[in-house]
């Protein structure tokens, strides 16, 4: 065989494993994906245990598909840049907008595709219990920290007890529209039943929160 043409075979042939084991890589580590609860026994010390669930919590918690219905104003906001709601809306009582412009008016009891719009604009969200979060649950411009004591705290969670917040994160179904956010919109990372055991997890043991 031509020298050349050798080592033209080895590169292809180098250059086609590289391709399947990153191929294979990328299947075993999916970027929108979240380890499982299991993934941090390994660690004894219960309370970094504790934090180091919580923190792989909040790559769901700090998404923008969660922290757009937690801002910190009157304001929704909008898409993964997080731009104010458009068009404009306010918080109104029980956060479900004000007469005239409810969040009802457009967000219906499930995700609507949309045809013949423009291209950033695929589907309109929708869940039947569709509002903002309390003014005292707001997320945005928050730290991971700052997050998790308001979870925590009663004074700020609509009186929730942590195991009523494990349910509330495992099994409300507006939390559960982060996952199914209809054409168009990025998805938070994993499930809500793995985010629900990381949340569960993390309240076994002592609800620790990052500093």
């Avoid at 990328?26 to 923190?55: C, G, M, T, Y």
């Avoid at 949309?114 to 411009?141: C, D, F, R, Y």
């Avoid at 009186?159 to 494990?166: C, F, M, S």
Wanted: aromatic share 4%; charged share 15%.
């Amino acid at each position: 065989m031509n020298r050349n043409l050798a080592y033209v075979s080895v590169a292809v042939a180098i250059n086609a494993a590289l391709a399947v084991s990153n191929i294979s890589m990328a299947q075993d580590n999916p970027v929108n994906a979240l380890k499982p609860a299991s993934a941090f026994q390994s660690i004894s010390n219960e309370n970094q245990r504790s934090v180091a669930l919580f923190e792989e919590a909040g790559k769901v918690i700090q998404h923008p598909r969660c922290v757009n219905c937690h801002p910190a104003t009157d304001r929704p906001l909008q898409s993964m840049s997080m731009h104010v709601h458009q068009p404009p809306v306010t918080r109104g009582e029980a956060g479900m907008g004000v007469p005239g412009m409810m969040c009802s008016t457009c967000h219906g009891p499930e995700n609507v595709k949309v045809v013949g719009q423009a291209e950033t604009i695929k589907s309109i969200p929708g869940n039947g219990n569709w509002h903002l979060a309390p003014i005292e649950m707001a997320w945005e411009g928050k730290s991971l920290g700052q997050i998790c004591s308001q979870i925590k705290d009663p004074q700020r969670n609509g009186g929730k007890t942590l195991d009523q917040i494990v349910e509330h994160m495992a099994h409300d179904d507006l939390v559960g529209w982060g996952w199914q956010p209809g054409e168009g919109r990025e998805p938070v990372p994993g499930t809500q039943a793995e985010f629900g055991e990381l949340i569960r997890a993390w309240v076994e043991t002592g609800a620790a929160c990052p500093s």
